[in-house]
Every structure is written in C-alpha cells, then in structure tokens.
C-alpha cells in the first residue's frame, strides 16, 4: 500500500486521500509519509549547500557580469 502526507490535513492519507495536487508522495510507509516535511527541508538544504545545484555559490569572481542584460542592445 502507498501513503502520502497531505499538505492541507497535515495527515498521513492513503490512496483515498486529498487530491494529488495537495499532496507529498507516494511513500512506501506511514513512517515515510509522516516525514515528509522533515525529508525536504533536508533536501533543500542539500541542495541549497550543492554548488552543483547552487547558481550563487563560487560566483565572487564573477561580480563584474552583473552590469546588466546580456545580448543584443538595440543601441
């Protein structure tokens, strides 16, 4: 069975739950779905501390970039 943590009941639900739309999952268990929030606060802290993923970080030397839009200027 699938479990999914339902955004707006802040519950645990089964397959006969919330719409999708409002809600995490599908988890394996009630255990993962009850998770839920605590799961992807960790992953966007990862993912916030990733310079893979992470457009700002490594970007001090390329301060003088950001004088303005890039391409064609009409002028």
């Known amino acids: 069975m699938a479990y999914w ?6 519950t ?3 397959a006969e739950g ?4 409002d809600r995490l999952g599908p988890y394996d268990t009630e255990t993962e779905a009850a998770r839920a929030l ?3 606060a960790e992953r966007t802290a990862a993912w916030d501390n990733d310079p893979d ?3 700002d ?3 001090a030397g390329d301060a003088g970039d950001a004088g ?3 391409g064609p200027s009409g002028a």
């Open 57 to 59: 970080a490594g970007d």
């Open 38 to 40: 605590e799961r992807a």
């Open 12 to 14: 645990v639900e089964g």
């Open 18 to 21: 919330c719409p999708n739309k």
């Open 68 to 70: 303005g839009p890039s």
């Open 5 to 10: 943590f339902c955004l707006t009941h802040r």
């Open 53 to 55: 993923w992470n457009d």
